[in-house]
Structures are given as structure tokens and as C-alpha cells.
């Protein structure tokens, strides 16, 4: 344990020089008074580069900072303000790596005063995990208990709490000293009582009524008592003084002026031993005789014997020296307006924390920097609430602020700086790890042909080390506080690896949502800008589409992409082996679908279908991926796109290439498409301004929604016939088809098959200009009936296994004899037996048949 030091920044230097190189886990900061700008330049990028999760907290009321001037708050460390009655003053630097702390209690703000010019004490308390003080567990019950009596922002409350359960840790083995604080009880009713032989007083503000000094005094009953103060820097009131230590052996020592004394000391002598309090408690009722919860302010001190007495040394005067001078300063009062902290929460919402409740409605402003006439009102908090969530988008580094609207904005409260928790999070990420060298934007991309050659070559090269630095690293465990941090915000830091592998502006596009910020500089671009383009239009060569359209590319560049496709799907989706992480897979499908609407395949090449529906599959989540759900509905939703591409043109229950490759990844993705999100798809629903762009439109979309949402499995093959202008509707148990043709056998023989994958037993009527046909498919037995025009009169056939209605009675020009069991039998008669017993088997009457039959004509 040590009393001499610096500042909290020598313990930081110490531990970057440490020859074992020993990662830092948690940096806490607290204070008073707190300079950000100041804190920015000498202590967070060095706490950072340790791997420490740093977080800084002081006196909502108080901050030596203009915000314009703070760049890293809220996005490389936590920042957080305190309120109660009184001030939030304790002074504590508290270092935790994974087997040692240091514990730095003092009087010292973090600030270039605190920390540099002012002449402080400290005391500086070192354990390791098997070996630590006892003021560690005091420390630490602190800490957890702190958010009750005074008022911090949620997330600082838990950030205070996790870092308290980790000092609960350390294993306690020796008690060099006590932390002292006055959360529920005054700091002088817990110090030993009198008499004494001599009392040492000393700190920078002194009670201007005297009402601490006396009680101190009577606490105490010293023989002796010092005063140790600066004549012009001390804040005190020499008659009040006088008063206070009537009656006493009082020494004033006048202490050299050279620098500010900041120190706050009580210490006392019984017989030959010293015992000292130091910290932050100045020699005022507020900060000795008070409790946080009556009132006082929060403080908080150690308590030890010294070897020798901490006063320094100065020049002896009789206490009347002082009698007639005054040198309180005016205390400026708090803010009437006092907002705590603000936090960006995975669900992309603004936590805006207050003080305390208000009797009046306040306004919330944000800022991007804090600068004059940057500040916008996004809402309000309620007359009697402290805490409201709301809606805005992301923005890194943002200010926020609360004023009186009843003042017409002339009462604000200081300002505090959006936090971004995974931003803030412990360092833990392997900084060798893979990443695109640029931060790419899709309007490079798709823009600049040489940007665009650059990204090709990129992220192909990206999949390939991401590939090796796969297979070469062991599977790591979640870091204790990714798995346990009550403010570890999983979106967020997924959001935050998704940046720092691929930038900010594509993790923007495959996670921003509509509430993205439009980060992209210059005019606007994308594939929905509104232009009309023929369809018919040759290819440009220069890749110019004309003053309002997207740029059409040429041929060439075409043909890299296509190219460039195929080897992008077969690296992010290798066969047989891992596959990339699913931020990497969504991009790819992201970018495939927009070069589809670019037309870069021709409307007759069907090569794209293969690597997309490959693609499409591998966007189902697995629990390797680690995808949080907040990212999950993006995924899905680009799932959904992909697959409504892969309908296109093809047919869910057809026989072609196409059709059963669509069938297959259907099976796969239907569940994941029925839950996707129309808001989160809304720019790459992109209307076909492009020669020769495959595009999923709006209709279809929600077609494909409807599709995918339904339970009933029949509404699959409605919608296929849908897109053909047939129209299937169930009659009492028959399913009767409409619509443009002119054969109603095919039609009936084909509906039929395609029902009966479903269906025990499928009746169909197929019905066209006072034609008809009718099915009855119940697998072996297919029977059919026809109008005079078609195959008049009942037929039974009896099919294969392997046979359907549609192979048995498409193609023909008449009535097929291969199968046939029975049969014609005209339609006033009583069918053959076969038919006559499926008939009756699903309720169906013969007689009722016929005279449906007679309304369509015989």
C-alpha cells in the first residue's frame, strides 16, 4: 500500500511496461469533475491498446469538456453520469487484469488538474487473485451497492456491478486497511472516537459555517489540534474557523503556495501511532457528517495507519491569523435540468436516462457533435418518468440533451454522449484476423468498374484467408464477459465484428433496415432511382445509362461478374467443407441479386439458378453461425428475395431443371421465407429498369408471402395456376378449374396429378367453353369422364406405381386403351363398378355428378 504517486496515468504506464505483457480487463474512472478531451489524449488509447473495457463516471451536474471537442465517448468506452442530493465526488482508479488489480483512492479528478497540476494524495491499494487486501471486498460490496442511493443510468449500474463481482474474486489475505464510504452513514461516526494526543486536518474546502470542525473536534477530543491550509487556494471562512476550534490547542499551518493543495486528509496520533483518512471527502457536513441517502454527498476514503504523519510541511501561525478572512468561492448551482445517459440499444432504439423525474414534460435533442444549431428533437420523456426509449437511427457519436420546452429551450441540462456497447466492449478480437482493405460502399461497387475489380478481387481473397485463419484457430470459448456482461448488447457487438470484417457501409446494407443512415456521399443511387429504360435496349459500352437511370454496364464487365459470381458462391459455400461466416454468405446473396437486376445474365441463361439456390439454402442460420436474432430477420428477409428469384420462371410442381431445383431449396427455406419481413426487403424489391433484369416485384412477394405463410398445402398449387390464368376452387369436394384453354383433358388429368401428392383422393373437373372433364385419382384407379365433345362417357384405368392422370392422358388425341379397366359406359348409366365404388368411398353421389355435369352441358 503507497500514499505517493502521480496519478492513476503512472498506473497505467506501469502496467503497459509490464515485462509479461499482461492484457488489461477493466479500467473504472470516477470523479467529480471529469475531462473527456483530456482523459481521449492521455489514458483511453493506451487503456484500449491493453484490451481494457473502460468506463468513466462523474457528477451529472459537472464536466470540463465542450462535446465538439470529444470524439471517442460512448464508442470507446462507456461514459455515464451520477446524481444524488448532494455531489457525486468519490475519486477512484480501479485497474482488473485476469490475475491482479490496483485500487487507487484519492482526491483527484480525472482531469488535466486532477492529474497533473493539483498537489493530491492517493492511496494505492495492489492484490493479486490467491493474495489481495482486504479494502478489495469493501471495495467491492461498494461498488455493487452504489446505483442504490444514487442515481446512475442502467447500464452504468450494471457495468458497476459486473466489475464489483470480479474484485469479489480475488481471494482476501491480508487487511492493511478499510474502505470507508457514506452511502448509508456518515463518514465520522465510523472513525474511532476520542481522546487523542493530536488531530491533522487538511483539504481545499473547509465548511464556510464551521458546523464540520466542530463536530469533528468534539469527535475527536484532541490534546492538539493542526489545520493545515493555503492563505489564497484553501476555500474557507477564517471567522467561522475561529469559532468552530474555540477552546481548542489549534495550530494553523500555512502551506506553501506553489501549486494547489487538493488533498483531503484527517489524521490523528494516539500515543506513537498514526492513523489516516484520505480520499474525497472534504472538510464540509456534506462530505463528513452527512449520509448519501440524508442528503450528504457520495464519498469514499480508506482508512489506515501511517508511518508518519501525512501534513506537509509549512509555516506555524496562531489560529487568529485567520480571523477576519475569507476565501469561500461561490458555488455555482446545479443544472435545473440533469439527464444521466444514453444508450443505442441492439434494437437499434435510444435509452435516454434522466436524473430524476419532472413535474413537466422535457424534450430530447440530439446532436451529431454538439455543436450550435446542430440539435434535433426526436420526443419527449413524461412529466413523472425517467427513463423513455426511442426510435432514431444509428449515428456514431452522437450528443443528447434535455430542455424545458416550457422555457421555450432556454433550460438545458449538459450534455452526455450515446453509448455503443459493443463498440465499448474488452478488446477481445484477433486483430490479425481477415478483413476487406477498403471500406467499400455498393455505389463503388456497382459504379466504379475499377473499385469494383478491386472489391472482386477482395473479398474472394478474404474467403480464402478467412478459410485459413479457420482451420488454424481452436474454437474459442466466449470470454467471460461476453457470456456474462449484463450490458454485453449481442447485436451490437455482432454488428461490430461485422464492421471491422467488412466496414461500416456494407454491414449498413446488410443490417441497416430502413432506418439506416444514408451514409453515401454525393447524389443518391441505386437501382430504384426512378427511369425508364427499354427493355430492348442494346448493352452500352460505355456502361452510361443516361442523365436519371442506374448506369448499365457493358458487356465485359458482365461477363466478370457472372464469372466472379459462380467463384464467389463455391468460396462462400464450398462443397463438403465449413462455410464462410454468414455475414460474408449474405453479402454475396445481397450482391447476386442486384446484379440480377442489373441484367448481367441473359433472360434465356439459366446458370445463375445452380449458385443462387446453393446460396439461398446456406442462409438458413446453424448455431455455429452465432447469428443474433435481431440479424436473423435481415438474413431472412434476403433468404425471401433469393427465392422468389428462383421462382421466377420456374414452377414449384413442375418437371424442368429449374422447377425442381426451386422445389428443393422450397423445402428448405419455406419455414425461414413465412417469417420474413416486407420493411426489411423494401430495396431489393427493385423495379426492372435494366435491359434483361430478373427482379422479384412487389406482387410477387407478397404472393410469395401468402405462399409460404399457408398452411394448407393446396394453396401452393393455386398459386401455380394462378400465374397460368387458371383459377382452382374447391365445389363440395371437387376442385373445379377455369380459365384460357381450349382442351380441358390435360387440364383436369394435370391438376389432378398435382393434387393427388396431397390428397387421398383427388376429383377434378375441369371446365371451357361448355367443355368438360372429369378426374377421379385415387392411386391405382384413374377415372375419367368427358362431355360429348371430349371422351364422352366413364372409363376406370388402373395405373402403374410409377404412373399419374397427367403422363396417362396428355398427349393423346383420344382416348388412351393401354390401363384401361373398364369402359366407355355412357353417362345415363350407372358407372363400372370400379368407378362406382371410389365414388362412394369419399361420399360422392353419381346422380348429384351428372347433374353438375348437365349445367356445364353433355
Not at 325 to 351: F, S
Not at 424 to 436: V, W
Request: aromatic share 6%; charged share 25%; proline share 8%.
Amino acid at each position: 500500500m503507497t500514499w505517493e504517486f502521480s496519478s492513476p496515468l503512472t498506473l497505467l504506464g506501469e502496467w503497459r511496461d509490464r515485462t509479461d505483457e499482461a492484457e488489461l480487463h477493466e479500467l473504472l474512472l470516477l470523479g467529480f469533475t471529469v475531462d473527456l478531451p483530456f482523459l481521449e489524449k492521455t489514458l483511453i488509447p493506451t487503456a484500449r491498446a491493453l484490451g481494457a473495457r473502460v468506463t468513466v463516471i462523474g457528477d451529472a451536474g459537472q464536466g470540463l469538456y465542450d462535446p465538439v471537442d470529444v470524439r471517442m465517448a460512448g464508442r470507446a468506452y462507456f461514459h455515464g453520469l451520477a446524481a444524488c442530493r448532494g455531489s457525486f465526488h468519490p475519486k477512484l482508479a480501479l485497474l482488473i487484469g485476469a490475475h491482479e488489480a490496483v485500487a487507487a483512492i484519492g482526491s483527484g479528478n480525472p482531469t488535466m488538474a486532477g492529474w497533473g497540476y493539483n498537489d493530491e494524495l492517493w492511496t494505492v491499494l495492489r492484490g493479486h487473485e490467491n493474495d489481495a487486501p482486504e479494502p478489495f471486498r469493501e471495495l467491492s460490496r461498494w461498488l455493487a451497492a452504489l446505483a442504490g442511493p444514487v442515481s446512475v443510468p442502467q447500464y452504468a449500474a450494471e457495468l458497476l456491478k459486473e466489475i464489483s463481482a470480479r474484485l469479489a474474486e480475488f481471494a482476501v489475505a491480508s487487511r492493511p486497511a478499510r474502505v470507508l464510504h457514506n452511502l448509508d452513514t456518515g463518514l465520522l461516526g465510523q472513525l474511532p472516537g476520542g481522546p487523542i494526543d493530536e488531530l491533522n486536518l487538511c483539504a481545499p474546502f473547509i465548511d464556510q459555517g464551521g458546523r464540520a470542525l466542530a463536530r469533528i473536534v468534539e469527535h475527536f477530543a484532541p490534546s492538539r489540534v493542526v489545520l493545515g491550509v493555503q492563505k489564497r487556494w484553501s476555500s474557507y471562512d477564517g471567522d467561522a474557523i475561529l469559532k468552530s476550534l474555540a477552546g481548542s490547542n489549534t495550530e494553523v499551518r500555512l502551506l506553501a503556495e506553489q501549486q494547489p493543495r487538493h488533498g483531503k486528509l484527517l489524521e490523528w496520533r494516539t500515543g506513537d501511532e498514526w492513523t489516516a483518512l484520505t480520499g474525497s471527502a472534504n472538510l464540509t457536513a456534506a462530505a463528513l457528517l452527512d449520509s448519501v441517502a440524508n442528503g450528504g454527498n457520495c464519498e469514499l476514503g480508506i482508512l489506515a495507519t501511517v508511518p508518519s504523519p501525512l501534513l506537509p510541511e509549512g509555516t506555524a501561525v496562531s489560529v487568529t491569523h485567520l480571523r477576519g478572512r475569507r476565501t469561500v468561492r461561490p458555488v455555482e448551482g446545479r443544472p435545473g435540468l440533469l439527464v444521466l445517459g444514453a444508450l443505442l440499444t441492439g434494437t437499434g432504439l435510444l435509452q435516454v436516462t434522466l436524473a430524476h423525474p419532472y413535474e413537466v414534460d422535457v424534450a430530447v435533442e440530439v446532436s451529431p457533435d454538439g455543436s450550435p444549431g446542430s440539435w434535433t428533437r426526436i420526443g419527449t420523456v413524461s412529466a413523472g418518468r425517467t427513463s423513455q426509449e426511442f426510435a432514431v437511427p444509428e449515428f456514431a457519436g452522437a450528443v443528447v440533451r434535455i430542455v424545458d420546452p416550457q422555457a421555450g429551450g432556454r433550460t438545458e441540462s449538459p450534455p452526455v454522449f450515446v453509448v455503443h456497447p459493443a463498440r465499448c466492449a474488452r478488446r477481445q478480437a484477433d486483430e490479425n484476423r481477415p478483413r476487406l482493405r477498403h471500406e467499400y460502399t455498393e455505389e463503388e461497387i456497382f459504379t466504379n468498374e475499377e473499385m469494383a475489380r478491386r472489391f472482386r478481387y477482395d473479398l474472394l481473397r478474404l474467403t480464402d484467408l478467412g478459410a485459413e485463419h479457420r482451420s488454424v484457430q481452436p474454437a474459442r470459448a466466449a470470454a467471460p464477459s461476453e457470456q456474462t456482461s449484463a450490458v454485453h448488447d449481442r447485436y451490437a457487438a455482432y454488428l461490430d465484428e461485422c464492421e471491422r470484417t467488412i466496414g461500416r457501409p456494407l454491414t449498413l446494407k446488410l443490417f441497416g433496415g430502413t432506418a439506416a443512415p444514408d451514409l453515401t456521399l454525393g447524389p443518391r443511387w441505386g437501382l430504384t432511382a426512378e427511369a425508364v429504360v427499354d427493355d430492348e435496349a442494346p448493352d452500352d459500352p460505355d456502361g452510361d445509362s443516361g442523365e436519371n437511370g442506374p448506369p448499365k454496364m457493358s458487356l465485359d464487365r458482365k461477363r466478370e461478374w457472372r464469372l466472379w459470381t459462380v467463384r464467389a458462391v463455391d468460396r462462400t459455400v464450398p462443397d463438403g467443407r465449413e462455410p464462410a461466416p454468414m455475414m460474408l454468405r449474405l453479402l454475396v446473396a445481397r450482391l447476386f441479386v442486384q446484379l440480377l437486376a442489373h441484367g448481367v445474365w441473359e433472360l434465356d441463361d439459366d446458370s445463375w439458378r445452380e449458385p443462387l439456390a446453393l446460396l439461398t439454402a446456406s442462409l438458413v442460420p446453424r448455431a455455429e453461425d452465432e447469428v443474433p436474432d435481431e440479424a436473423v430477420q435481415h438474413v431472412t428477409a434476403v433468404t425471401a428475395v433469393c427465392m422468389g428469384l428462383l421462382l421466377d420462371g420456374a414452377s414449384l410442381t413442375g418437371g424442368k431443371p429449374g422447377d425442381l431445383l426451386a422445389a428443393d431449396i422450397w423445402e428448405v427455406v419455406k419455414e425461414r421465407v413465412a417469417g420474413a419481413e416486407t420493411e426489411l426487403a423494401e430495396d431489393l424489391l427493385i423495379p426492372p429498369r435494366l435491359p434483361h433484369a430478373t427482379v422479384l416485384s412487389r406482387s410477387g412477394w407478397e404472393r410469395l408471402l401468402d405462399l409460404a405463410r399457408s398452411d394448407d398445402p393446396i394453396a401452393l398449387i393455386t398459386a401455380e395456376l394462378e400465374d397460368e390464368e387458371l383459377r382452382l376452387e374447391a365445389d363440395h369436394g371437387i376442385y373445379r378449374v377455369t380459365g384460357r384453354f381450349t382442351n380441358p383433358v390435360p387440364v383436369a388429368a394435370r391438376v389432378a396429378t398435382l393434387l393427388g401428392d396431397h390428397l387421398e383422393t383427388a376429383l377434378v373437373l375441369a371446365v371451357t367453353g361448355g367443355r368438360w372433364t372429369f378426374v377421379a385419382w385415387c392411386r391405382p384407379l384413374l377415372v375419367v369422364a368427358g362431355s360429348r365433345a371430349m371422351w364422352p362417357g366413364w372409363r376406370v384405368y388402373r395405373l402403374p406405381p410409377s404412373g399419374t392422370p397427367a403422363a396417362r392422358l396428355t398427349g393423346s388425341e383420344g382416348p388412351p386403351r393401354i390401363g384401361l379397366v373398364a369402359g366407355p359406359v355412357p353417362l345415363g348409366r350407372t358407372p363400372p363398378p370400379d368407378a362406382l365404388e371410389l365414388l362412394e368411398r369419399v361420399g360422392t353421389d353419381p346422380a348429384d355428378l351428372l347433374r353438375r355435369f348437365h349445367g356445364h352441358g353433355t
